[in-house]
Structures are given as structure tokens and as C-alpha cells.
């Protein structure tokens, strides 16, 4: 995996759950619950090789962590990135875009097609996101359509899919 003289990534394990269930808590709070990313989130399955961990070399503890869910965009399969998180003293270090980078090149990698997200394109820009055109997905609850965000792998290519967004097993 990933390493840096400050970060060591791995991919998340069931071992991780506690740690990553209470840096959620830490970093969201209860609001969480109610989001419509999250809600998405339940019905969909983990995408496990895409999912990964930041562990501060200084201390190996869990430092952040980034997960990508399969969902389909009006059949046609795609990726939910999010929650990335990062401990407030780890924030502005590089962990959140070093986690990002791990998980983009991995989908990428893998023969995915997209990534979508809710956030900020400030922030996310860099790698490779940009805003979906207003209308052209529906999500199962309000989102602010500045912050609908997509990352499309094949370099080149149109972000062609558009639709309802739903969590997916592709199991």
C-alpha cells in the first residue's frame, strides 16, 4: 500500500469499523443521518477494494478514511464517494487528498466508469471533479446542484449517464 514519510494507507477492514464509525461521528455529528448522500449510502454495497484508511506514521492510529459505494445513475453503474474524513488535528495535512488520490487511481484502475459526490469543487477540482449539469441526475433527497459533483475515469470521455441515483449491489 500507499506510504509517505506522514501516511501509511491501507485498505479498510472490519477491524476498522469502530475507529472509522467514530471519526464519522467526530466529523459530521448526528446531522449525518439525514443527508441525502447518506441515504444513498444505505441501500448501496461498499465498493471494499476501494475503500481506505490514513494512519499517521507517528502514531499508526487511524488518521481518515475515504469510502466509495456502487450505485447506478439510471441503470447504469457508477461510484459514491464519501465520507471522506480526517481528524481535526490531521486536517490541512494532506491525508484527505492523499486518500483521495489513492481512491481515484484505484477506480480509475479498476475499469470503473465514474465518481460522484457531494462537495466542494474547490476542493475537489484537482481531482478531476466537476459540476453535473443541473437536471441531468436526480438524487433521492435535496443537494445543493453547485456541489453534485462528477470524476469520469476514462480519460477523454463524456459524462453521458443521467437519471435517478440509487444505491446498487453488484454482488
Not at 6 to 21: C, G, N, R, S, W
Not at 93 to 114: I, P, T
Not at 118 to 127: A, L, M, N, T
Amino acid at each position: 500500500m500507499l506510504t509517505t514519510p506522514d501516511y501509511a494507507l491501507a485498505l479498510q477492514t472490519p477491524a476498522d469499523e469502530t475507529v472509522i464509525h467514530a471519526l464519522h461521528e467526530k466529523t459530521f455529528g448526528p446531522g449525518r443521518f439525514a443527508r441525502t448522500a447518506f441515504r444513498i449510502r444505505e441501500t448501496a454495497a461498499l465498493a471494499d477494494e476501494l475503500c481506505f484508511v490514513a494512519h499517521s506514521t507517528q502514531s499508526n492510529k487511524i488518521v481518515g478514511s475515504v469510502v466509495l459505494s456502487h450505485i447506478t445513475i439510471g441503470g447504469t453503474p457508477s461510484l459514491l464517494l464519501g465520507p471522506l474524513a480526517v481528524t481535526p488535528e490531521y486536517k490541512n495535512k494532506g491525508a484527505g487528498k492523499l486518500l483521495m488520490r489513492q481512491a481515484v487511481e484505484r477506480a480509475r484502475s479498476a475499469g470503473y466508469q465514474s465518481i460522484i459526490l457531494v462537495g466542494d469543487e474547490p476542493y475537489y477540482g484537482p481531482f478531476g471533479f466537476r459540476p453535473i449539469p443541473h437536471g441531468q441526475i436526480r438524487l433521492p433527497g435535496p443537494v445543493d446542484p453547485a456541489r453534485l459533483l462528477v470524476c469520469v475515469l476514462p480519460d477523454g470521455t463524456e459524462f453521458t449517464a443521467s437519471g435517478d441515483v440509487k444505491g446498487a449491489n453488484p454482488l
